[in-house]
């Protein structure tokens, strides 16, 4: 049992380009989470599923996308990487509303 | 709108000491409160939840927390600190009625002297 999986660990992305970030989750949990945490400012929602064709925006949306074809897999797109995408991104899922959630490792992304 | 502020940026305790990390919240109903700790390098993993019920809750790595409603805190304490839990530390509020979204503060670093 896995739990939440992230990949890739660490990527360099120069203005302009676009990338995937991937997270997968093993614990047949319906819902998932993608969070972006900068220096002090805590972890702000980017998007969250609620189940399988099911994404809503959180609080900071813009410049990203998502899908959630399958239960397990709630993929992240950046298009356009700009300098403010800069940070640490999060994964997360839960079984039900968000009481319990259990995060992956992480991916850092920088942007130049 | 829900809010939660945690007022300490950076603590530094001796190991063996007593911890206390605050936690100050915002919510227009009965909150679901969360504790959770996110050691260097690593993801958040939660150490206590608050819901309902008894309003000191016990959580994983020794660790507890204290629901007062008349304050609005939702204080963690630890007895006795080991060099392991060195770590920043997130207060969590949410959600709210019709919401997915758990709002964090902006968290509190803890460095442990041996």
């Known amino acids: 049992n896995a739990g939440v999986t992230q990949t890739p660990k660490f990527r360099i992305l120069k203005i302009g380009q676009s990338m995937t970030l991937q997270c997968t989750q093993d614990?047949?949990?319906?819902?998932m989470y993608w969070y972006r945490q900068d220096p002090g400012m805590g972890l702000k929602l980017i998007y969250y599923?609620?189940?399988?064709?099911?994404?809503d925006k959180g609080e900071v949306p813009n410049g990203y996308n998502v899908s959630r074809s399958t239960t397990e897999d709630f993929p992240l797109r950046l298009e356009l990487a700009a300098p403010s995408q800069t940070s640490v991104y999060f994964c997360?899922?839960?079984?039900?509303?968000?009481?319990?959630?259990?995060f992956g490792p992480g991916t850092r992304l920088t942007v130049t | 709108a829900q809010s939660v502020t945690q007022p300490d940026i950076h603590i530094t305790v001796s190991e063996g000491a007593s911890l206390e990390l605050r936690c100050n919240y915002s919510y227009g109903a009965t909150p679901y409160l969360f504790w959770y700790v996110q050691s260097p390098g690593q993801g958040l993993q939660l150490l206590l939840k608050y819901f309902s019920g008894d309003t000191l809750v016990q959580g994983i790595k020794g660790f507890e927390a204290e629901f007062k409603r008349s304050q609005s805190s939702f204080n963690l304490r630890k007895p006795s600190v080991h060099w392991s839990d060195a770590a920043e530390y997130f207060c969590?509020?949410?959600?709210?009625?019709?919401?997915?979204?758990?709002?964090f503060g902006k968290g509190t670093k803890l460095s442990v002297i041996p």
């Open positions: 969590a509020v949410g959600p709210g009625a019709g919401s997915y979204q758990l709002t």
């Open positions: 997360a899922s839960s079984l039900d509303r968000p009481y319990e959630q259990y």
């Open positions: 614990m047949n949990h319906n819902y």
């Open positions: 599923s609620v189940g399988a064709g099911i994404t």
